[in-house]
């Protein structure tokens, strides 16, 4: 029997209906962290104070993301979580760059996609970072289906990340616009630039940022295996999702394609230099996240190659098991158990680890965690807090706080234990030295509490 479009459209809604379930259960269980909780604290006030908060932030952020926050907040916040609800504008990205996959009707790429850690773990983030990654799959799209008219739908959906895009986004899908000769989009994207960038520096002195230090980079070695394991997978995926992205671009080549790898060349050299490029003008830190617009076009060439490859060993089949396997396994390692290294931020499970505590009985709770983010969640699961001071035990400082349900916990205060020089984060090596250096004074706080549980959310996340 003869496949019908019905047949594909009912296909690819199961399979976002699928995308979309196993990503709400991810997000509900991965608490917030610290740079979503402005978010979560900018949408609990009246719009204009919001986007006047907003704004004052060092890093340019358009406020597209706060005002779908907004949204999410009005609709959705009496019947789910804060972990839902606040990232629903990000899973709505995240859902929409697995359409674009399944549109482009090539089953590889859409498995590659669907079992991305960088989708998953964007568009689980109360973040603009999904909404980035989603403009670069559509400016891909865009220069890809070049000579093609877009459907009703698809132009309306350009004109919808045009403004609730990241500013990167806005000027990668104007860029593609442009080159389609779609004139008024292309013109309203670079507009909304201009004027979102007036406003903005209007708060900042006429400068973009407020940031004083050097640019700062892993290093070179250090900025590539980051790059690719955003690209392709963590726990060493680039490996050989890598040299298959290489081996679709040749076959492009081969193949005539020159044209469209002209575009594909050019869309990453704009979404991972550009980037780059704006850290080191605008003196801030190079996090991977600042280069998600080209998962989707180096997934896709990626997907190409191994079907080529596959193709050539006479066995065409194999290309998409293939193709999951590898993702797959990668993506459960990260997103499900949440093995280290992460794209981004690690999955932290600072609420689930505060029920655990309270369930157990525990009386005193040790925390590493000093950039603050588990204070979002101390009273919501211990009350009020009843009382607070600062101690000196061994060495180190804590902050002991008693809540309302009993317990007390206590929070190392040790900033060189989180920020090394020149305000750079320290290395897991930073921090197995700062462990055994202290692990007498440690060992001796905790047997010396009744009932104890442990939690370090920290940087290299590393736990006990």
């Known amino acids: 029997?003869?496949?019908?479009?019905?047949?594909?459209?009912?296909?690819?809604?199961?399979?976002?209906?699928?995308?979309?379930?196993?990503?709400?259960?991810?997000a509900h269980g991965r608490s917030a962290w610290m740079d979503e909780l402005a978010r979560y604290e900018e949408v609990a006030t009246p719009v204009k104070a919001g986007l006047k908060t907003l704004l004052e932030e060092a890093s340019p952020f358009v406020p597209g993301e706060l005002l779908l926050g907004y949204v999410a907040r009005g609709l959705f916040s009496r019947v789910a979580t804060e972990e839902v609800w606040g990232r629903l504008p990000s899973l709505l990205f995240g859902g929409l760059t697995l359409w674009l996959a399944l549109r482009m009707r090539k089953p590889v790429v859409a498995a590659v996609v669907f079992f991305s850690a960088a989708v998953t773990a964007y568009s689980t983030?109360?973040?603009?970072?999904?909404?980035?990654?989603?403009?670069?799959?559509?400016?891909?799209?865009?220069?890809?289906?070049r000579k093609r008219k877009l459907t009703r739908f698809e132009s309306a959906l350009t004109w919808f990340t045009i403004f609730f895009t990241h500013l990167y986004g806005i000027c990668f899908?104007?860029?593609?616009?442009?080159?389609?000769?779609?004139?008024?989009?292309?013109?309203?994207?670079?507009?909304?630039?201009?004027a979102f960038l007036g406003v903005y520096m209007s708060y900042h002195h006429g400068g973009v940022g407020d940031w004083t230090v050097p640019a700062q980079f892993p290093g070179w070695g250090g900025t590539i295996k980051q790059t690719l394991g955003n690209l392709a997978?963590?726990?060493?995926?680039?490996?050989?999702?890598?040299?298959?992205?290489?081996?679709?671009?040749?076959?492009?080549?081969a193949a005539g394609e020159r044209e469209r790898l002209g575009w594909l060349a050019l869309l990453l050299a704009v979404t991972i230099g550009a980037p780059m490029l704006a850290v080191v003008v605008?003196?801030?830190?190079?996090?991977?996240?600042?280069?998600?617009?080209?998962?989707?076009?180096?997934?896709?060439?990626?997907?190409?190659?191994?079907?080529?490859?596959?193709?050539?060993?006479?066995l065409p089949k194999l290309a998409l098991p293939a193709g999951t396997a590898v993702m797959a396994v990668t993506w459960f390692l990260t997103s499900v158990l949440h093995v280290p290294p992460f794209v981004n931020v690690a999955f932290h499970t600072y609420n689930r680890t505060l029920q655990h505590a309270v369930a157990a009985g525990s009386r005193n709770i040790f925390i590493f965690d000093i950039a603050g983010t588990f204070k979002?969640?101390?009273?919501?699961?211990?009350?009020?807090?009843?009382?607070?001071?600062?101690?000196?035990?061994?060495?180190?400082?804590?902050?002991?706080?008693?809540?309302?349900?009993?317990?007390?916990?206590?929070?190392l205060q040790d900033s060189k234990f989180m920020w090394g020089g020149e305000d750079a984060l320290v290395t897991s090596k930073d921090f197995d030295a700062f462990l055994r250096d202290r692990a007498f004074a440690i060992d001796r706080i905790i047997y010396g509490m009744p009932r104890l549980a442990l939690e370090t959310p920290i940087p290299s996340e590393r736990t006990f």
């Open 125 to 145: 983030e109360f973040r603009p970072y999904s909404a980035l990654l989603f403009a670069g799959a559509l400016s891909f799209f865009l220069l890809w289906e």
């Open 173 to 194: 899908v104007g860029m593609a616009c442009f080159f389609r000769r779609d004139w008024a989009k292309a013109a309203a994207a670079a507009l909304y630039v201009v």
């Open 376 to 411: 979002f969640y101390l009273p919501r699961r211990l009350g009020r807090e009843k009382s607070s001071e600062m101690l000196k035990a061994y060495g180190m400082t804590l902050l002991k706080q008693c809540w309302e349900n009993g317990a007390c916990t206590y929070s």
């Open 233 to 253: 997978n963590p726990h060493k995926a680039s490996y050989l999702i890598a040299p298959l992205f290489a081996v679709g671009a040749w076959r492009l080549w």
């Open 1 to 26: 029997m003869k496949k019908t479009k019905t047949d594909d459209r009912a296909l690819h809604a199961a399979i976002l209906a699928l995308w979309g379930i196993v990503n709400v259960w991810i």
């Open 282 to 314: 605008g003196r801030y830190v190079f996090y991977p996240r600042q280069i998600v617009g080209a998962v989707f076009p180096f997934l896709f060439v990626a997907a190409l190659g191994l079907e080529w490859l596959a193709a050539r060993a006479r």
